[in-house]
């Protein structure tokens, strides 16, 4: 099966690292992508936005010969969610990395400081403790020295969607910072930010507890889980029955809360 790879801010195709190699194992097709003004840190970001980016994964989308599975790592999970709108009948299952879809006339991020045309990584101090778990020195380190500038209208541009069918596409979140029943709750509570996922009509929720970068902190936990929801996407005959499979993974994840205890204790 094919599966699309899109990366989030400041990241490029190179960033999946060692979370492809399970997917290419079971089989897969893997397509990481790197963006539009993403090539390199001297590529042009001039006029590029958040359509840019949505209309550079529906190409690779048109492209297969088959529905494909759609993988966005935080920014990114506004991308493919806009690629489920404007393909839903192309996209056979959208997989959230730390990140949520984002609805219609929503902003990714309009708040990190931008140079021009360009959004740089910016310094730690600017991200939240939850973010950084697990991210080392080290792991700081090498982020810092593979990142690529983000174009500042792929932050700042409103979201576009049209066609509701895009709820009829299963997705699966893979949350790091949050725990299920964090997430769930906030739907309950119709937070703003959980609004666009509680519309979709068939979701669940898996759990890797780390920070916002598992592609870095737990690369192969995080391979393992999406080739583990990739194949029972590809090998089911119905959306039930993949759905029946991910709900087994669902519950394998939160089977040893030790894992998630930390999450839990902190927000007591």
Not at 64 to 82: D, M, N
Not at 153 to 171: S, Y
Not at 176 to 196: G, H, L, Y
């Amino acid at each position: 099966m094919d599966v699309i790879l899109v990366p989030g801010f400041w990241l490029d195709a190179d960033s999946w690292g060692e979370s492809l190699r399970p997917l290419k194992d079971a089989g897969h097709r893997v397509l990481p992508l790197t963006l539009p003004g993403k090539e390199s840190p001297a590529a042009s970001r001039s006029g590029i936005g958040l359509r840019d980016h949505v209309d550079a994964v529906v190409d690779v989308v048109e492209s297969a010969e088959e529905p494909v599975v759609l993988v966005g790592h935080s920014g990114g999970g506004a991308i493919i969610h806009a690629v489920a709108d404007a393909r839903p009948d192309r996209v056979a299952h959208c997989i959230c990395v730390d990140a949520l879809p984002l609805g219609d006339g929503g902003i990714i991020n309009d708040e990190f400081p931008s140079d021009g045309d360009s959004i740089p990584l910016p310094g730690w101090d600017a991200f939240e403790e939850g973010d950084l778990r697990d991210l080392t020195d080290e792991l700081r380190e090498r982020f810092r020295s593979v990142a690529v500038p983000e174009p500042v209208g792929v932050a700042t541009e409103q979201q576009q969607l049209q066609d509701e069918a895009r709820f009829d596409v299963p997705a699966t979140v893979i949350a790091c910072e949050f725990t299920e029943n964090e997430v769930q709750e906030f739907i309950r509570r119709e937070s703003p930010f959980t609004a666009e996922l509680a519309r979709v009509k068939t979701m669940r929720i898996l759990e890797l507890p780390t920070g916002h970068w598992p592609q870095f902190t737990r690369p192969a936990e995080l391979g393992e889980l999406l080739a583990r929801i990739v194949s029972a996407v590809d090998g089911a005959d119905s959306p039930a029955e993949a759905d029946r499979d991910i709900t087994e993974l669902q519950r394998e994840t939160w089977a040893d809360e030790s894992d998630t205890a930390y999450l839990r204790e902190e927000r007591d």
